[in-house]
């Protein structure tokens, strides 16, 4: 027996694919801790020239480690996970992965509580493909701790954690990269439970805010970049709902459509794939009309129209976009309201926004004023 494992061992060390792949093949079976190192580094190794016999020895010494689960070897196999060499990590990722043993639970959930942030990554990635799911407690506290934000939130997010992850969310801290991971993950898995937990990252800026708990308040939304951060965090949720698809993406993105501020409309109206007949036939047709208005500066807006306008060219909450349009189509076709804000607006100076309001009720008189005109007429003559 002796003579035979340093046999195997020799065919494993030997530079001829045909004995490594049958020394390999030969440890598997005897379980030998002796072979367990020999046959780890040929997983890690280069390899062989030959790239159909290389990964023809790669399968059988990564199916020859799946039979060691002992103790110690299991134990190994965890300390590689956080190993400096990146083909080590890898290795033991893939060994676990496909070993799938019970056992190897306790380390793995004790791994996430460690400082080394890709040791825990490729233990949740282990446990997430496990379906272990009482790895999720731990999972939430080293997010919360910003221990690892990659592999963390996509575990999470495969055990379809999305109650707790809604709580942690709600209660925080996470801070922003964490948020803008955890919807990646969200995305990529096309789940519909994913729907209710980014619902409130569409809403509005203040409702992001409180919903993504203090510490993405204090680091990711509060900055001077913070409008820029959370139109790029609502534009990967919406995009995250649409890659849902179905009744229940549809219905959350229609509940929170009247909700909404002009941004997130532009953002939600194509997610929401309707038809134009579908839009027209709709109560929620307003919404498909301003956002049409957006880039067909023709394009006819029904009456109704008028008072989500006027929400949003009075709103300083608004975006500068947003406000210049209403101003713009309110102009061009102005009731006594509309007038009397768009005067507001002029009178204000609303930089950006005040020469659309002044070329609509220039354009809608069919006069020749300049806009700065009508802005000192109206400001001094107050009529």
């Not at 793995?108 to 460690?114: C, I, K, N, Q, R």
């Not at 301003?290 to 306008?309: F, M, N, V, W």
Request: glycine residues 8%; positive net charge.
């Amino acid at each position: 027996m002796w003579w035979g494992i340093d046999h195997q061992l020799r065919k494993l060390a030997s530079r001829r694919p045909e004995r490594q792949i049958s020394g390999a093949r030969a440890l598997g079976k005897s379980r030998d801790p002796r072979a367990l190192r020999p046959l780890f580094d040929v997983l890690t190794g280069p390899g062989v020239r030959n790239p159909v016999k290389d990964a023809v020895l790669k399968d059988a010494a990564l199916k020859a480690l799946t039979g060691y689960r002992d103790p110690k070897s299991l134990e190994f196999f965890v300390i590689a996970l956080g190993d400096a060499d990146y083909r080590k990590a890898k290795a033991a990722t893939e060994v676990l992965e496909a070993m799938k043993c019970p056992e190897a639970i306790p380390l793995l959930l004790s791994a996430l509580g460690e400082a080394n942030s890709d040791k825990v990554g490729a233990a949740a990635w282990v446990l997430a493909a496990m379906k272990c799911r009482e790895a999720i407690p731990a999972l939430l506290s080293a997010l919360r701790e910003n221990r690892e934000t990659d592999y963390v939130p996509r575990a999470l997010v495969k055990l379809e954690a999305f109650g707790p992850l809604t709580e942690l969310l709600h209660s925080g801290p996470l801070n922003g990269y964490a948020v803008h991971r955890l919807v990646d993950a969200c995305k990529d898995s096309r789940s519909p439970l994913c729907v209710e937990l980014l619902l409130p990252l569409v809403r509005s800026p203040e409702e992001a805010i409180a919903y993504a708990g203090g510490e993405a308040t204090r680091q990711g939304l509060m900055r001077p970049v913070a409008e820029r951060e959370f139109q790029d965090l609502r534009r990967d949720a919406v995009e995250a709902i649409a890659a849902a698809g179905g009744e229940a993406a549809r219905q959350g993105l229609m509940r929170i459509l009247p909700e909404l501020d002009f941004e997130g409309l532009m953002r939600c109206v194509p997610a929401l794939r309707f038809t134009e007949k579908e839009w027209l036939s709709s109560e929620l047709r307003l919404f498909y009309q301003i956002h049409q208005a957006y880039y067909d500066p023709r394009y006819e807006l029904d009456s109704g129209c008028t008072e989500k306008l006027l929400a949003i060219l009075q709103s300083d909450k608004e975006s500068l976009r947003g406000r210049a349009l209403a101003a713009w189509r309110l102009g061009r076709n102005p009731d006594s309201r509309a007038v009397s804000a768009l005067r507001e607006i002029m009178r204000a100076g609303v930089p950006g926004v005040w020469r659309k309001a002044a070329g609509g009720l220039c354009w809608s008189a069919g006069q020749r004023k300049t806009a700065w005109t009508v802005f000192c007429w109206q400001s001094v003559s107050g009529s």
